[in-house]
């Protein structure tokens, strides 16, 4: 990975808001797992999981805009561009109305409901650890001097 500056915002700044929302994403995904997983059990009501579960559905959305806009600004085109199904069927389910979960209709598609978000959270994590390549790969660019920052390990030698 190259680390070159493409926009005006510091690729700092972009990785710590990437990382952020990508785990208020991956956050409300669990929680709405773990809610469905208990409504599915029959041990939750089904009105208040469906309160807290639409009270997710705004933070969650516009996390994961934000999470796309920022991957794009950063270069980081095609994991970027990977979101963006992801963003249509959020925006499709937001504009038909089928994002709030009613709690007459939530046990007639609460399979289809834990589906969507396993898909959701695998492609999150998916996220995590392409993050997590990208960090160990990084070479640090020309200009930042041997023996500082992420050159200090280099000129550590190992005597047998």
Known sequence: M???QRTPVPNQFLAIIGFISTSLVLGCLVYSYLL????????VNPIEVCKKINSLKTPEYSAHVILSATLVLRGWWIVGILNFPFIFYNFSQWYEGKHILESTKVFSILSQELR???AKASFFILIILYYLWEWIGWVPPKYVKMGKGYNVMKNIQVSH
């Not at 469905?36 to 041990?43: G, K, P, S």
Request: glycine share 0%; hydrophobic share 30%; aromatic share 8%.
């Open 36 to 43: 469905l997983q208990e409504l599915n059990t029959d041990t």
């Open 2 to 4: 190259y680390n070159k």
């Open 116 to 118: 969507i978000i396993k």
